[in-house]
Nanobody
Framework: QVQLVESGGGLVQAGDSLRLSCATS????????MAWFRQAPGKEREFVAG????????YYADSVKGRVTISRDVSKNTVYLQMNSLKPEETAVYSC???????????????????WGQGTQVTVSS
């Protein structure tokens, strides 16, 4: 049974930092591209960041470049999202995803991912 379980969300103030975690089980973690997406109320889900299998490459949405870092720990089967200088408009449910066939050029497409977590709420107050 495949499971992706996010944690680390919460209520923070604008300018604060958060680190989200996504613990996986039931997959060969190193063979999957991992990504973070977010969805705000009334908006479509959007790509935040991705890291390819074995951590070869990372890719970021333009809106988060320079403030966000995605990383993966193969020993813990976990992917992380370090977010700095958070903005109120980044309030959303953040979900991680695992894709066996996703590549660096396709990592921003939600259709490339096979498994999804339930998400963790991030609320940024102004």
């Amino acid at each position: 049974q495949v499971q992706l379980v996010e944690s680390g969300g919460g209520l923070v103030q604008a300018g604060d930092s958060l680190r989200l975690s996504c613990a996986t089980s039931g997959i060969t973690f190193s063979l999957y591209t991992m990504a973070w997406f977010r969805q705000a109320p009334g908006k479509e889900r959007e790509f935040v960041a991705g890291v390819t299998r074995f951590g070869y490459s990372t890719y970021y949405a333009d809106s988060v470049k320079g403030r966000v870092t995605i990383s993966r720990d193969v020993s813990k089967n976990t992917v992380y999202l370090q977010m700095n200088s958070l903005k109120p408009e980044e309030t959303a449910v953040y979900s991680c995803a695992a894709g066996r066939r996703a590549t660096i050029s396709t990592s921003s497409r939600s259709s490339e991912y096979d498994y999804w977590g339930q998400g963790t709420q991030v609320t940024v107050s102004s």
